[in-house]
């Protein structure tokens, strides 16, 4: 089969093509585990943090890709959850011990860091951690709602956001773009304001329905209850914090932040950015559950995923992209032309 691999570890401006394409046997589903021939990858802000070190994978080399499409193709012995031919998908988590904190357990296993993941043709995974997919999304559609939908879908929980209260997001990107449209869903007397760098984003999250956007430090028309990061930077973490009313809570949806601007943490003070009962909460990966919750979900909402396509074999292109802050929704590799869109 196909696959991208990695190799080793670097920053992406020393080398900017970490993965190479190789051809290497199909795998073989063990016990209660089932084979997926993969039609699409969506790409992550985590694939980066891993290849360039911030989250290194265990041992190397490793196929990476967390945001799995794909169809039933072979059942592991004992594998009855799913037919030959289904669609399914998995997310960052491909196995834990089931519990209802498996997302914070040691035994948790990442899809694409701790195990080959999907940018490749085939990947396996325990029958028990791969989820149906709605049949109002086509493959494409449906990659980037297993991470960066379904983390947001925790991460917007974690606010503990009541209806009416103001919701902000900082940073508008594959996860930021479903928040936003979940939001409105469940919470439709929420105004929700976006804080994003680029004028390009900020107009795409006023077509999508957000009631107000702006950069990093302006100001809203008012302060909001909850706050949910998603991006690589510390910036964007003062000026929320600077931005909570007070009890507001902080919401920081991302696995590692660069250490670019990390000096800025010098500069909090805790009058301003702490103080009055202002919390800060962090999220650590997904749970079966959050997945499992989130598909029906989204399909209800009537979620509209904004995505660029990328062959298998420009995933390279496609982090690059991801990186610079080019890419308006989410990046998804076409692996197999097997999309069942409905469209």
Same mark, same amino acid.
């Given at each position: 089969?196909?696959?991208?691999?990695?190799?080793?570890?670097?920053?992406?401006?020393?080398?900017?093509?970490?993965?190479?394409?190789?051809?290497?046997?199909?795998?073989?589903?063990?016990?209660?585990?089932?084979?997926?021939?993969?039609?699409?990858?969506?790409?992550?802000?985590?694939?980066?943090?891993?290849?360039?070190?911030?989250?290194?994978?265990?041992?190397?080399?490793?196929?990476?890709?967390?945001?799995?499409?794909?169809?039933? %193709?072979?059942?592991?012995?004992?594998?009855?959850?799913?037919?030959?031919?289904?669609?399914? !998908?998995?997310?960052?988590?491909?196995?834990?011990?089931?519990?209802?904190?498996?997302?914070?357990? %040691?035994?948790?296993?990442?899809?694409?860091?701790?195990? +080959?993941?999907?940018?490749?043709?085939?990947?396996?995974?325990?029958?028990?951690?791969?989820?149906?997919?709605?049949?109002?999304?086509?493959?494409?559609?449906?990659?980037?709602?297993?991470?960066? !939908?379904?983390?947001?879908?925790?991460?917007?929980?974690?606010?503990?956001?009541?209806?009416?209260?103001?919701?902000?997001?900082?940073?508008?990107?594959?996860? !930021?773009?479903?928040?936003?449209?979940?939001?409105?869903?469940?919470?439709?007397?929420?105004?929700?304001?976006?804080?994003?760098?680029?004028?390009?984003?900020? %107009?795409?999250?006023?077509?999508?329905?957000?009631?107000?956007?702006?950069?990093?430090?302006?100001?809203?028309?008012?302060?909001?209850?909850?706050?949910?990061?998603?991006?690589?930077?510390?910036?964007?973490?003062?000026?929320?914090?600077?931005?909570?009313?007070?009890?507001?809570?902080?919401?920081?949806?991302?696995?590692?932040?660069?250490?670019?601007?990390?000096?800025?943490?010098?500069?909090?003070?805790?009058?301003?950015?702490?103080?009055?009962?202002?919390?800060?909460?962090?999220?650590?990966?997904?749970?079966?559950?959050?997945?499992?919750?989130?598909?029906?979900?989204?399909?209800?909402?009537?979620?509209?995923?904004?995505?660029?396509?990328?062959?298998?074999?420009?995933?390279?292109?496609?982090?690059?992209?991801?990186?610079?802050?080019?890419?308006?929704?989410? +990046?998804?590799?076409?692996?197999?032309?097997?999309?069942?869109?409905? +469209?």
């Amino acid at each position: 089969m196909r696959a991208m691999v990695l190799r080793s570890t670097a920053l992406l401006a020393d080398n900017p093509r970490p993965l190479s394409l190789v051809d290497m046997p199909r795998p073989t589903p063990a016990a209660g585990e089932i084979l997926i021939e993969i039609s699409t990858c969506g790409v992550c802000h985590t694939e980066l943090d891993e290849i360039e070190g911030r989250v290194p994978p265990p041992s190397l080399p490793i196929i990476p890709g967390h945001e799995v499409v794909g169809c039933v %193709a072979e059942k592991g012995h004992g594998s009855s959850r799913f037919k030959l031919g289904d669609r399914v !998908g998995v997310g960052w988590i491909h196995s834990s011990d089931g519990s209802e904190k498996e997302n914070l357990n %040691a035994d948790f296993v990442a899809t694409g860091r701790d195990t +080959n993941g999907g940018y490749a043709e085939y990947m396996t995974v325990p029958e028990t951690y791969a989820y149906p997919i709605p049949a109002a999304f086509s493959d494409v559609e449906a990659a980037p709602l297993l991470c960066a !939908g379904a983390v947001g879908y925790r991460a917007l929980r974690l606010t503990g956001l009541e209806n009416g209260q103001v919701l902000a997001l900082t940073g508008f990107g594959g996860s !930021g773009h479903l928040v936003l449209q979940m939001a409105r869903h469940l919470f439709p007397g929420s105004p929700v304001y976006v804080f994003a760098r680029s004028a390009e984003k900020r %107009a795409f999250a006023l077509e999508l329905g957000a009631d107000w956007s702006g950069d990093t430090d302006d100001k809203p028309p008012s302060a909001p209850h909850a706050v949910i990061d998603t991006t690589p930077a510390w910036k964007p973490v003062l000026a929320a914090l600077e931005q909570l009313r007070p009890g507001g809570r902080l919401v920081m949806n991302v696995i590692r932040k660069e250490h670019a601007d990390r000096h800025l943490l010098a500069d909090i003070r805790y009058e301003d950015h702490l103080w009055l009962e202002k919390e800060i909460k962090t999220v650590a990966n997904v749970t079966r559950q959050d997945i499992a919750e989130f598909l029906p979900l989204a399909a209800h909402a009537g979620l509209k995923i904004a995505t660029a396509t990328y062959a298998l074999e420009a995933a390279n292109e496609a982090l690059l992209d991801l990186q610079s802050g080019q890419a308006r929704g989410a +990046n998804v590799l076409l692996i197999k032309q097997m999309d069942t869109s409905i +469209n």
